[in-house]
C-alpha cells in the first residue's frame, strides 16, 4: 500500500507570496492532518481534517488554511508568505481521527 | 509550564547498549501516547502507539506508560547504528495532539 504523498517536496517562495501545498492519504484514510516542523519550535499542529470537515485548528494564523476533497486529498494554504513561515511542512492521515497517524516525506517551504 | 517536556539530549551511546528516552507531560486528558523516529530529511515515522498505563513491545522497542505520573518512556535493547535519529514522543487527547521538541539519539559503532 502506498504511504502519504506529499508535493511538492521543496519550494522556494519570497516574501508577500502566497503557497499551496497538497497531500494524498493512504488508500483509505479519511483523516488527514497538517503540521509545522522548525527547529525552535518543534512540531505544531495546524488542522486536522475528516470528511472534507476541519475537526479541529491548532494556534496558527487566519493565513494558514485548508481543505479536503471527497477523495479524502488535502490541500493546505498560506497567504501573505512570511519569513518565519519557512518551515518542514508534514502531513499525517489515518483511517479515523484518534487513530495511528502515518506521516509523509514534508514539504520544505523556503520564504526569501 | 509546558504540556509536554522532552530532553533535546544529543544522547550519545555505544552500539549493543539498552537506550532510554523519556518524555513528561502535564495534561491529565491526554489518552493515547505515540513515539515517532525521524531521521534527518524525512518525515516521522510511528514506531509506538498505547493508550493505557503499563508496557508495550515491538522487537527491540518497549514502550511504558505511567499515567500517575505523566510520564512515558521508549527502550531500545540492542541499539544500532541505523536507529540514530531523532525520536519525538507525542500525546493526544479529543481535541489536540502534542509533540514533544524531540531527542537527538547516536548510536557509537
Known amino acids: 500500500k502506498a504511504g502519504v504523498t506529499q508535493t511538492p517536496r521543496y519550494l522556494i517562495k519570497t516574501r508577500g507570496q502566497q503557497v499551496t501545498l497538497s497531500c494524498s492519504p493512504i488508500?483509505?484514510?479519511?483523516?488527514v492532518s497538517w503540521y509545522q516542523q522548525t527547529p525552535g519550535q518543534g512540531l505544531q499542529f495546524l488542522f486536522e481534517y475528516f470528511s472534507e470537515t476541519q475537526r479541529n485548528k491548532g494556534n496558527f494564523p487566519g493565513r494558514f488554511s485548508g481543505r479536503q476533497f471527497s477523495n479524502s486529498r488535502s490541500e493546505m494554504n498560506v497567504s501573505t508568505l512570511e519569513l518565519g513561515d519557512s518551515a518542514l511542512y508534514l502531513c499525517?492521515?489515518?483511517?479515523?481521527?484518534?487513530?495511528?497517524?502515518?506521516f509523509g516525506p514534508g514539504t520544505r517551504l523556503t520564504v526569501l | 509550564q509546558k504540556e509536554v517536556e522532552q530532553d533535546p539530549g544529543p544522547l550519545s551511546v555505544p552500539e549493543g547498549a539498552i537506550v532510554s528516552l523519556n518524555c513528561t507531560y502535564s495534561?491529565?486528558?491526554?489518552?493515547?501516547f505515540m513515539w515517532y523516529r525521524q531521521y534527518s530529511r524525512k518525515g516521522p515515522e510511528l514506531l509506538m502507539y498505547?493508550?493505557?498505563?503499563g508496557n508495550k513491545e515491538d522487537g527491540r522497542f518497549t514502550a511504558q506508560v505511567d499515567k500517575s505520573s505523566k510520564y512515558i518512556s521508549l527502550f531500545i535493547r540492542d541499539s544500532q547504528p541505523s536507529d540514530s535519529a531523532t525520536y519525538l514522543c507525542a500525546m493526544r487527547s479529543d481535541d489536540k495532539i502534542i509533540f514533544g521538541k524531540g531527542t537527538r539519539l547516536h548510536i557509537l559503532p
Open positions: 499525517a492521515s489515518s483511517q479515523q481521527p484518534g487513530n495511528e497517524q502515518f
Open positions: 495534561n491529565s486528558a491526554f489518552q493515547y
Open positions: 488508500s483509505g484514510h479519511r483523516s
Open positions: 498505547t493508550y493505557s498505563s
